[in-house]
Structure formats: structure tokens, C-alpha cells
């Protein structure tokens, strides 16, 4: 059963297309990388599944409903979360805030204040130093500690999916190895299916899973990680060689 | 020291007004970077929605005759009420459009709302008693003052109080703060963005309320053209204080009405004509040294 399909997806910015006809489909459980030159179209297409930008064409069905073109608020409720590229705190909100701002959707719904706080320390024990410094601003957290407030801001919401952008963006290697380490325990802690874009595949190779590599706004490769990342093919459509 | 006591009472009742017009233009313009010009026509509503419609130069007072405990409720959920009709009607179509169109459009909307007033009860000035028992003047520190003078103060004081607690303490308020520091990011945990713009707006338009409250009563008349002076100096107050910084608005919102009332004492009396001249030359010299804004708002600053 698949959690996420796109079929025939392009986004543009007014004369500019970014995606262009992108299709695939994402079970539930699965990991997927998304590796790709800068301006290959990740992050657009990240931004038409999370409805930020909506599709220009195309569909995307999420959890058995059509959500092309909702609302990001709409999105969000179904259980689809995402991480923008350049974690995006709410710098002036302490940490904790920053948590529990996800958990609204769920208010009013019976024992939903339960269930935030149990989140809440499911999150702080997932990344403790959170929980040190939950008074603290976001904004005077470090790199790697805003990279795991997003992350876990995101968990909040419970979700069935959670899509990230450039996790290892400006982080150093060994905080890096550490936000995926915790990424990983926790698909396989909460059968959480993860959309992951990265500008390189080393990550994807690394950690195993799905790999599909975009160049100029289409899929060029979809396959196994640690295949496709040792592949020769791989080298050749990254950067584009012969077929020019 | 009765006389000291006085200018600064005079400064505080002053830098109320414009501390509740400046919350008013930030608390909207935090959420949807929209400078609503509409919101000094919106205070003239709130005045002429107490009386009935007539040209004539008395007023015929409608609800403004109405005991202040309902009084009050009324004008404040005439206020929210045409505000958040505004935002429905006017600014949700301009939701995506840059912030030039929608401070036109609110522009615009500012004069439909003044030729409405206009067409019902003319430009001329009505007398109206709103709230008489407030005229009586009180003694306090050394200084008389009309009570009016004194409720504006402790109002705002309440007023500021309130919106803080409500701001940090309740499920709303964390959703206003993260939408008003970073809108798209809120909308993608969820929080509905139909309903913190129409969260704004309905606090803006009964913070315009209560200005057209205390204006009402302070001044006796009622014009269509009276929300206007402070919605100036509140948008002025927005500005300096930082974009969007509810705090800096209220901050520079007292610090205006401060600089007002102190030029109106100190300068010599045939420039006092042209005290506004003054203060505006003091705005100039607060941006020229702090272009930002005293607390330049959070989340519009560059990204590294």
C-alpha cells in the first residue's frame, strides 16, 4: 500500500519550471532519498507535496486523499510533516514553544493534552539536550541543536510521514552522523516513513534505504542506495555527463 | 511636583492612544506584513456606529447611551466585527499579493469606509456626550486630571496586560506568535491560517474600538475624519519601534506621546503651532540612527 503518490507532478515559478512530470509512489515504512545537483528541483518538489508551492500539474495523493493544491495547513493535518531547508525555528519562541506549536491540530480532540506531553517527552528523550534548554529561545541554539528542534518539532505533530530538506545543511559531519542516527531509530521505532533530500548520495549510501537521484527537475534514477550510489550510471547522471 | 505630575499623566494618556493604535497596525501587519491604513477610519466607525444616522450637528445618540457595561462590549465587537469583515471581504484576495498592493487596497477600503460615515451623517463635526461621569476631574499625586485621563491609562495598562497573558499563555497566542514570526512555517505544523488572520484582525479592530472609546469621551465630538491623527502617529509608532514588534509599538507609542506632551511644555510658545513639526524631526532622528527600528522584529531579520 503505498502512503504517498505523485504521478505527472511539475512546479513552476512563473516562466521557470522546476519539476517537470516527476512520478513515483512511497510505501509506508520506506525511506527515500532524493539526492541531486543544486537546482535539480529537491526542494521544489518537496515544497508541491507540502503544498507550499502547489503543483502546476500533476497529482498527489496522500493517505488515500488527493491533497494537490491544499492548504499546507490541511496537509499537515493529515499526517504528513514537514522540514524546510535552513531550519526554520521560531527564533524568538523558547524550544518548548517551538514544540508544542505543532500539537494545536490535534486540540479538541479527546486527551490530546496527554498526548502532547507524552510526546513532548518522547521528543526530549529522543534529543535530551532539548529538554536541558527547553526555556531557552530557539534562536540561541547552535546549527545541529535547531536541526533537532526541527526535527522533533516535526514529530510532534505525530506524523505518518515526515519529509526533510537538507538535514546535514551546514552541520558538521560527526552532528550530522548523529541527527541521522536518531532519524533511523526512529523510522524503526514508529514505522515513520521518511522523505529525505540531499544534495549528495554519501548519506543516502551510508544509511541505506531508497535513492533516486533528480537532475533538471526530473528523476533520472530510482533504486536500492548502496547499489545505485557505488554505480557508475550514478557518477554519469549526477553530473550529466554524455548526454549533452 | 503637581505640575510635573501632570505632564506626565498628560504623556502617559497621550502615549496610551498611540500605543493602542500602534498594537493594532503591528499585531496585523506581524501576521501578514499588511500596513492597514483602514485602521484610523475603522476608530471613526466604531464612534459613529454609537449614534443614529443624521446630517444634522447634534448627534442622536443610538447605543452610546447605553450603560458602559454594555456599552463597551458593543463598541469592541463593532470594532472586531468590521475588522475581521474587512479581512474577509478585502484583504484574503490579496493574501498572496505583495505588500504594496495590500497597503493600497487598504487604502482604499479606508476611504469606503469614510464616504459610508460620510453619506450617512456628513463631514461636519457632532457634539456627542459619551461617557459624561469621566469628565470629572480627580486628584492624584498632586495633579488634577479629568478621570478619563486616568482610565485610558489603567485601560491600556489592562489592555497590555491582558494581550501579553493571552499572547503567552494560551494555545492562540503561541499560534499568533510562531504565524507572525514565520507564516509558512506555522501553516506546515498545522496551525490554520485563516484563523490566526482573523485572530488579528478581530483584536485590531477592538483595540480601534476602545481608541474610538477613549476619543469619544475625551473630545465630545464625533468626526469622520478623527482616527486619523492616530492612526498617524500609530503607524508612525509601528515603525519606529521595529516592524512587527508588538513590544517595540507599545514602547514607541508611549515614547511619542512623551515627546508630544514634552515639546507642548518646553517649546516657546509661538512654536508650539508646530510641536508636530518637532516630534516628526525627533522620528527622523531616531531612523536616521536606528533604521531597523528600536526592536527591529523578530524573524524578518537576514538568514545566514
Known amino acids: ?244 | 511636583m503637581g505640575g510635573l505630575m501632570q505632564v506626565v499623566f498628560d504623556a502617559l494618556s497621550l502615549g496610551s492612544l498611540y500605543a493602542l493604535g500602534a498594537l493594532g497596525i503591528a499585531l496585523i501587519f506581524g501576521v501578514m506584513r499588511l500596513v492597514n491604513f483602514a485602521h484610523g477610519d475603522v476608530i471613526a466607525f466604531c464612534v459613529f456606529a454609537l449614534l443614529w444616522p443624521s446630517v444634522d450637528a447634534v448627534a442622536i445618540i443610538f447605543a452610546g447611551n447605553l450603560p458602559w457595561y454594555l456599552l463597551i462590549p458593543f463598541a469592541l465587537a463593532v470594532g472586531a466585527g468590521l475588522s475581521v469583515l474587512s479581512e474577509v471581504v478585502v484583504f484574503r484576495r490579496f493574501r498572496r499579493a505583495n505588500p504594496a498592493t495590500m497597503m493600497i487596497a487598504s487604502f482604499a477600503l479606508g476611504f469606503v469606509i469614510r464616504y459610508f460615515l460620510l453619506m450617512l451623517f456628513s463631514s461636519r463635526p457632532k457634539s456627542i456626550s459619551l461617557l459624561p461621569e469621566l469628565s470629572q476631574p480627580v486628584e492624584i499625586l498632586g495633579a488634577r486630571l479629568p478621570l478619563l485621563q486616568l482610565i485610558t491609562i489603567l485601560v491600556t495598562i489592562t489592555v497590555l496586560i491582558g494581550l501579553t497573558a493571552f499572547l503567552r499563555r494560551t494555545r492562540f497566542g503561541l499560534e499568533m506568535r510562531a504565524a507572525a514570526e514565520n507564516f509558512t512555517m506555522a501553516r506546515m505544523l498545522g496551525v490554520r491560517a485563516n484563523r490566526v488572520i482573523m485572530g488579528a484582525f478581530a483584536l485590531s479592530g477592538a483595540l480601534a474600538a476602545a481608541i474610538a472609546l477613549i476619543l469619544g469621551s475625551q473630545t465630545g465630538t464625533a468626526n469622520i475624519m478623527m482616527g486619523a491623527s492616530v492612526m498617524l502617529m500609530a503607524f508612525i509608532a509601528t515603525v519606529i519601534g521595529g516592524m512587527g514588534s508588538l513590544a517595540g509599538a507599545v514602547i514607541a507609542g508611549f515614547a511619542l506621546g512623551a515627546i508630544a506632551t514634552v515639546m507642548q511644555v518646553i517649546l516657546p510658545p509661538d512654536a508650539r503651532a508646530f510641536r508636530d513639526a518637532f516630534v516628526y524631526g525627533a522620528v527622523i532622528l531616531v531612523l536616521i540612527f536606528r533604521p531597523q527600528g528600536l526592536l527591529s522584529a523578530r524573524g524578518t531579520k537576514e538568514r545566514v
Open chain 1, 1 to 244: 500500500m503505498s502512503l504517498l503518490s505523485l504521478s505527472n507532478i511539475s512546479v513552476r515559478y512563473g516562466r521557470l519550471t522546476a519539476v517537470r512530470g516527476v512520478t513515483f509512489t512511497l510505501a509506508e515504512g520506506e525511506m527515500l532519498f532524493i539526492t541531486g545537483p543544486n537546482g535539480a528541483g529537491k526542494s521544489s518538489l518537496l515544497r508541491a507535496i507540502a503544498g507550499v508551492t502547489p503543483p502546476a500539474g500533476g497529482r498527489v495523493d496522500f493517505a488515500d486523499h488527493d491533497i494537490t493544491g491544499q492548504a499546507p495547513e490541511d496537509i499537515a493535518r493529515l499526517g504528513l510533516s514537514m522540514v524546510p531547508e535552513g531550519r526554520d525555528v521560531f527564533g524568538s519562541l523558547t524550544i518548548e514553544e517551538n514544540l508544542m506549536v505543532g500539537t494545536g491540530m490535534h486540540a479538541g480532540s479527546r486527551g490530546w493534552r496527554a498526548r502532547a506531553a507524552s510526546e513532548l517527552e518522547a521528543v526530549y528523550a529522543t534529543f535530551p539536550i532539548l529538554k536541558d534548554r527547553r526555556h531557552a529561545q530557539a534562536g540561541l541554539l547552535s546549527g545541529g541543536q535547531q536541526q533537532m528542534l526541527v526535527i522533533g518539532r516535526a514529530l510532534m505533530t505525530t506524523p505518518r510521514l515526515v519529509a526533510i530538506d537538507e538535514p546535514s545543511l551546514g552541520l558538521a559531519p560527526n552532528i550530522t552522523d548523529q541527527v541521522y542516527e536518531r532519524l533511523i531509530a526512529l523510522r524503526a521505532e514508529r514505522k515513520l516513513t521518511l522523505l529525505i533530500v540531499e544534495q549528495s548520495s554519501t548519506r543516502a549510501m551510508m544509511a541505506g534505504g531508497r535513492m533516486m537521484l533528480m537532475r533538471g527537475g526530473e528523476i533520472v534514477l530510482d533504486g536500492d542506495a548502496r547499489a545505485l550510489g557505488q554505480s557508475e550510471a550514478m557518477q554519469a547522471a549526477y553530473f550529466g555527463y554524455g548526454d549533452h
